[in-house]
Nanobody
Framework: QVQLVESGGGLVQAGGSLRLSCADS?????MGWFRQAPGKEREFVAT????????YYADSVKGRFTISRNDAKNTVYLQMNNLEPEDTAVYYCAAGLSTGTMSYEYDYWGKGTLVNVSS
């Protein structure tokens, strides 16, 4: 059973940085980050392949966010820099067999961590 637990969310001012972490139960999967803002649908943020060799980003975060993984620690990270109020959302990590940009391509999900960016 794959269990994913996100951490690192919080309140930050616009222009600031946060690093989200996603601890998994030791399985090797492609990992993705998604987010859902109030009143909006869940959207893709970033994904990384099982070996870290490929990464993809949503256009809205490209150049500001970086996804990485440390398999020795069973952890995936999302470094978020130059945060904007529009980045406010609950952020979810997900595990799947391939690096997809759609929610249905991931089989396992964490419960999310809230990021709140104030202007």
């Amino acid at each position: 059973q794959v269990q994913l637990v996100e951490s690192g969310g919080g309140l930050v001012q616009a222009g600031g940085s946060l690093r989200l972490s996603c601890a998994d139960s030791g399985h090797t999967y492609a990992m993705g980050w998604f987010r859902q803002a109030p009143g909006k649908e869940r959207e893709f943020v970033a994904t990384i392949s099982w070996n870290g060799g490929r990464t993809y980003y949503a256009d809205s975060v490209k150049g500001r966010f970086t996804i990485s993984r440390n398999d020795a620690k069973n952890t995936v990270y999302l470094q978020m820099n130059n945060l904007e109020p529009e980045d406010t959302a609950v952020y979810y990590c997900a595990a799947g067999l391939s690096t997809g940009t759609m929610s249905y391509e991931y089989d396992y999900w964490g419960k999310g961590t809230l990021v709140n960016v104030s202007s």
